[in-house]
């Protein structure tokens, strides 16, 4: 008896309205898009590291398997991490916890939060950058 | 998985077999009485008059502490009803109270395609049209009822 897609999707545009957390956002692409498929984030950069001050945008897709599985995840910002197809921006699934292992409670924030923390793993932090504002 | 509070089994198998007029419940899946979708008629003299309008309802875990969650899927132009079917209604909100049910929810609602509030609305655009213009406002609802609410006649 867990919460339809419709209603968990009209809960996160909810909590993404009233500005849900200080370090990422996100809403729908489309406000009128009733079906609430396509969504946009943005990720703060994580302080103390190549992507302070930076900001990620991402795209991010909930098809009606939504929140059963996760959605499709890619950076538009061009951005340089291990679970990031360098080609394509998408997240590679395999590599990124919060997707691998799935939970249906699990949120878009958390997802978009979850990435920024990749951002300072040690992997990751020793990665170059490529230059601020491109796209992939 | 807790077991259903009798108050859910109880209310939504009476609105299935004891419906109120004019409004029709279904439960689209029996293993989950939580979720239920609304056939609402229109109110008479009211520009959504003649059109049925669908939704869909959710009890939340805390219902009836917490009030049902529900929208509209088909769309309609209303002040207080946004483009994905969120309704702005006191009752679903802070003047929500356990005694209500769902019944005294969808009558509320129903009540509320009648009787518009424009001056504490989701859609400023439609408010200023509803409150300055109300014969245009009319107009433009019953377009958007005969566009979307109500079904095309068989050949």
Known sequence: ?136 | MSALPRRIVKETKNLVKDPVPGIKTNIPDDDNLRYLTVEMEGPAGSPFAGGVFSLELYLPEEYPMEPPKIRFLTPLYHPNIDKLGRICLDVLKDHWSPAFQIRTVLLSIQQLLGTPNPDDPLLSDVAELCKNDNAKYCEVAREWTKKYAIPEPKE
């Open chain 1, 1 to 136: 008896m867990a919460i339809p897609r419709s209603f968990r999707l009209l809960e996160e545009l909810e909590k993404g309205e009233k500005g849900g957390s200080q370090v990422c956002s996100y809403g729908l692409a489309d406000g009128e898009d009733v079906t609430m498929t396509k969504w946009n984030g943005t990720i703060l950069g994580a302080p103390n590291s190549a992507h302070a001050n930076r900001i990620y945008s991402v795209e991010i897709e909930c098809d009606s398997t939504y929140p059963d599985k996760p959605p499709k995840v890619k950076f538009v910002s061009k951005i340089n991490l291990d679970c990031v197809d360098q080609t394509t921006g998408e997240i590679i699934v395999e590599k990124f916890n919060t997707m691998k292992n799935w939970k249906r409670s699990t949120t878009m924030e958390d997802i978009l939060l979850d990435l920024r923390k990749e951002m300072i793993t040690a992997t990751n932090k020793a990665l170059p950058q490529p230059a601020e504002g491109s796209t992939f």
